[in-house]
């Protein structure tokens, strides 16, 4: 590991080892020209124009109307005018970006309807669908990508379809890029912010946040950032663990970035980005548990459907701290710029959550009496990751008709899960109803006590790949091609114990190699207008399953999903057909494509086992449309739109014994994708007085319906309810009919009112969600819904007052000019009486002549 640490910042350094127009900010030459053109947030309305946002998607600086593929930017303006707070917030004004909350910290994402269904804390092995970045550092990790704060960001952009020709493996639905701003050369800028909230029925939430620029002389700049926010809980929980608002939460941390420019053309920008995120419960709300339901005394009447409430014997956790390390540099030596990305990023996460339900469940199975049924279980998950990359690339810097851009990329990631089910007092009834011992002798080498299952999944995975695209434009059309080669490579160690396990301890391998090509062919008859026609390859790579906790599954379900070992890699080709048009204040972007899916990698529940299994799909597809639209009829006033259609289906079924699997069902929806999403935004801004400006803003977005997992679309039926009454110790398993497990379609109305001041100030008040909705984001299950029955569900309506300060943003004065140098003295001339005078001056007359003397008088004679 030491060679890898070497490699990754020798590289760095080779990007820089040389000498060389003057930048002001930015990593690289493309990102400088962004954030040098785009306006801050705090600029007025009029000087947000959507349409000349330029953006980096394609490794150049472009605007988006230029970029030649389908592409959505978020400003900091748009940011904060939505008072968005996490990735989920800003899904719902991009056309076909779904996000699945499963939990503070465990969002799962979506573009176009690729969906692959539930991905849940303990399927570290599953690779996500959709590439997550910070600038130009990787942060994707399946389930838990980092909730990052979102203060002081740059722009958030959306890249739709396949990009695995620049950005690799996991972008087979598309690519997220956070921006964040860069530290500027010669400039004194900040912003401070501060806000409080209540939720309705909860607690308050506030947060803090700063942010500054310094300029170290002109050769350098350090930017940092600090914030902190208290979340407001808003689920309620009953039983044991009884408690108001279980669910609040903290996030906190920062940034420190520097750029140094020794030379005009040398760019290098190390940083850290260090973040802990937590949450004293989940935002879930349960309708059956094995404790509390029609079946027990309480007769779950403080459960239900819209109660924002749990049933809970102990208290649960989320916690999430991430450590970024990163170095850019770039080197611009005319003709092209040599650009290198170094980074490493260490995570440790823990979801500790109360599993009295699921383990209780077992319990009943296997005939414990009610003392060792009603015995407090905690699940923790815990993952440690620590990743390192490296990318280096060179790209053409000139205005003509080719461009290019190649490179090279470098992975290696290890990552160990551990599962731990503390039970105190489980083995005294283990071994008290299968013999002395038992608990012992299933351990497995663990030497763990009261610990009915128990897992270490240590992980090694490597990846290389070169990849390259290159445009030339013709009069009024251009031509786009590249690809990305890819190889990689992954070990794993599956190592179990406990009553519940199959006592398993395996190593698996898997391998892969590819390429994925992109063509994209664009006209562009004037510059209001273009057509993009693109064909485009994406990849998600295989795995292998965990196996079966065979002790846990009943006969059918062992007979159902034990042949389903390892899952290969799933590919893609889009067919995209775009338009985008920008004249005269309107703005109009659209895109038609047809996502054919081979292999699609599907998450689904083993039934009884309390196990996860992917399965491969052999066809599916995912086809739509989504429009963008963006109008200012008046001064001021600013309209949008974005909505999309999807029909995303699988192609085939995919059978056990000659029966369906799990709703993996030729003509079933693919699952957490809504079947229409659209989001409608009015923004008006006007002067208020001769020193500020004051807008209202309002937004509708609406969530159509959806299913969180294959199987919630096929006929429900009954299902065997499994029930511990701890009133009376009563236990049983009950035939029950639950009805439909379809998520329903949800709409959201927002609104805030605000005064921004031309020194920087700006007062913010705002309503999200104002009717109060309650949102069902996913389908939460345990055990096959033999446990605990519930929705992880949004936030209900949130008042709020936001006061940000912005100063600064200008570079300071330069010195005075030194002092004139006297004037040269005036010419001079001499006069003919011999004084000196300005040769401007007229000489005094000569004095008269003396007047002649007197004739003498006439003598007499």
Known sequence: MRATKALLI???????????????????????TAQAVNPPPQ??????????????????????????????????????????????????NVAGLTVQNLGPGQSQVSIRGVSAGQIVRDQPGVKEQVGIYLDESPISLSLFTPDFDLFDLNRVETLRGPQGTLFGAGS?????????????????????????SVAKGGGIGYDAKGAMNLPMGTVGAIRGVVYYSHFPGFINSVGPYSKKNVNDGERYGGRLSMLLEPTDNIKITPRVVWQRASANGFNRE???NLYDNQFTTEGGTDLGKGSR??????????????????????????????????????????????????????????GFPPAGINLASNLRDTTKLDQWTQELRLASTGSGPLQWVFGGFYSHADRTYHQRLPTPGYDMFTDARFGPGTSAAVDNGFGLVDNPYHSDLPYVDKQKALFGEASYKFNQFKITAGGRWYDFHEKRRFHSGGLFSNDDDRTDTTKSNGFSPRG????????????????????????VNDPLNVPLCSGSDIATFGGFQTYKDETLWNYEAGVKYSKHGVTFNAAAFYNDIRNLQVTLDAG??????????????????????????????????????????????????????????????????????????????????SDADWYVNGSVQHIGNRYTQPSDQEPIGIINLTYFDPATNASGVVPTALGTFQLPAYTLVNASLGIKWDNGLEVSAY??????????????????????????????????????????????PPPPPPPPPPPPPPPMQTCADGSVIAATATCPAPPPPPPPPPPPAPQRG
């Not at 590289?11 to 060389?20: H, M």
């Not at 087979?172 to 409080?196: C, D, H, M, S, W």
Request: hydrophobic letters at 35%.
């Open 309 to 366: 409430t749990v049933y809970l014997k102990i208290p649960e956790e989320f916690r999430d701290q991430t450590g970024l390390y990163d170095l850019t540099a770039s080197w611009n030596f005319g003709p092209a710029e040599l650009t290198s990305v170094s980074s490493y990023i260490h995570r440790n996460i823990l979801v500790s959550r109360d599993a009295s339900a699921l383990t209780g469940s077992v319990s009943v199975d296997l």
């Open 608 to 689: 009884s086992c309390s196990s996860r299994i992917v399965f491969n799909v052999p066809k599916a597809h995912a086809a739509g449309i989504e429009a963008e639209f963006d109008v200012h009829p008046m001064m001021g006033l600013d309209l949008s739109f974005a909505g999309s259609v999807l029909d995303s289906k699988f192609g085939s079924s995919v059978t056990s014994n000659g029966v369906v699997v799990e709703g993996i069902r030729k003509g079933n929806r693919l699952p957490t994708v809504p079947k229409y999403q659209l989001a409608a935004t009015a923004n008006y801004e006007t002067r208020f007085n």
């Open 10 to 32: 020798s590289t760095s350094l080779i990007a820089i080892a040389a000498p060389g127009s003057a930048s002001a900010t930015g990593q690289t030459t493309p990102e400088q």
């Open 286 to 288: 349960e309708f059956y």
């Open 767 to 812: 309503v999200n969600n104002i009717f109060d909705v309650d949102p069902k984001l996913s389908l939460d299950r345990e055990r096959g819904l033999r446990a605990r029955i519930g929705y992880n569900v949004g936030q209900p309506r949130i008042i709020g007052l936001t006061v940000r300060d912005s100063f600064g943003g200008h570079a300071a």
């Open 172 to 196: 087979v639905g598309g690519t997220i890029r956070y921006i964040t701003n860069q530290p500027k050369l010669e400039t004194f800028e900040g912003q401070v912010e501060a806000g409080v």
């Open 520 to 543: 994209i062919l664009s006209w562009e008859p004037d510059r209001s207008l273009s057509v993009n026609l693109q064909v485009a390859k994406g990849f998600r790579l295989g795995g």
């Open 43 to 92: 600029a007025s309305s009029p000087q947000q124009d959507e349409s000349a946002i330029i953006v980096t998607a394609t490794k150049r600086a472009s605007t988006v109307q230029d970029v030649p593929f389908s592409i959505n930017a978020q400003t900091a303006a748009d940011l904060q005018r939505s008072h968005a707070q996490t990735i989920e917030d800003i899904s719902r």
